[in-house]
């Protein structure tokens, strides 16, 4: 099983700020299959990034995902207000595994 | 536009088994390159991974769950279910249905529904 951690678990920072969330596989992720989720509460996941680095349509280009084999960040450029969410990473290059989440608050 | 309905009982009892359906509008399952595939989040926990099937009944299922997971598909009512036997209070959780596709990547997502193990 790949375990995926992801980085800090809690980031506080303000509108306007660009934020930086890591999150590390315990292996080589095959394929760099990859995807980022912002979930808010009370709501299901919504896919952000799949394959490491490809936006779905309609997510804004303020985020963007970068990162290869073990490695992978996602990036917001310039906070929104509404961009305060918790982000799962996920990796289905083998049996699925998620991380366990960051939670970006307001600071 | 596609919609996923998760659909079953909100308590069940230690060591009987948990059965969900998921509903599917918008799209035909048996006409699908999709996965149809259910995910879990403990309250306050992350999200798990817990198997998918394929329009023609191929199964895959996460390891640590494997031995008591069985989820099938019914394309005549454009369903698929989800039953996990012997539960436990570890099994409490919002359950989702979802698409997957060919990749992995979940682009669709029930509402999810809550199912708590309590006597």
């Known amino acids: 099983e790949i375990v995926l951690t992801q980085s800090p678990g809690t980031l506080s920072l303000s509108p306007g700020e660009r934020a930086t969330l890591s999150c590390r596989a315990s292996?080589?992720?095959?394929?760099?299959?990859l995807a980022w989720y912002q979930q808010k509460p009370g709501q299901a996941p919504r896919l952000l990034i799949y394959?490491?680095?490809s936006r779905t349509t309609g997510i804004p280009d303020r985020f963007s995902g970068s990162g290869s084999g073990t490695d992978f960040s996602l990036t917001i450029s310039r906070l929104e207000p509404e961009d305060f969410a918790v982000y799962h990473c996920?990796?289905?290059?083998?049996?699925?595994?998620f991380g366990q989440g960051t939670r970006l608050e307001i600071k | 536009q596609l919609q996923l309905q998760e659909s079953g009982p909100g308590l069940v009892k230690p060591s009987e088994t948990l059965s969900l359906t998921c509903s599917v509008s918008?799209?035909?399952?048996?006409?699908?390159?999709?996965?149809w595939s259910w995910i879990r989040q403990p309250p306050g926990k992350g999200l798990e991974w817990i198997g998918s099937?394929?329009?023609?009944?191929?199964?895959y299922y996460n390891p640590s769950l494997k031995s008591r997971v069985t989820i099938s598909v019914d394309t005549s009512n454009n369903q698929f279910s989800l039953d996990l036997s012997s539960v436990t209070a570890a099994d409490t959780a919002l359950y989702y249905c979802?698409?997957?596709?060919?990749?992995?990547?979940?682009?669709?997502w029930g509402q999810g529904t809550l199912v708590t193990v309590s006597s």
């Open positions: 979802a698409r997957e596709t060919a990749s992995g990547p979940v682009n669709y």
């Open positions: 918008g799209a035909s399952i048996s006409n699908s390159i999709y996965y």
């Open positions: 099937v394929f329009h023609i009944g191929g199964t």
């Open positions: 292996q080589s992720v095959p394929n760099n299959y």
């Open positions: 394959g490491a680095s």
């Open positions: 996920q990796q289905s290059g083998s049996s699925p595994t």
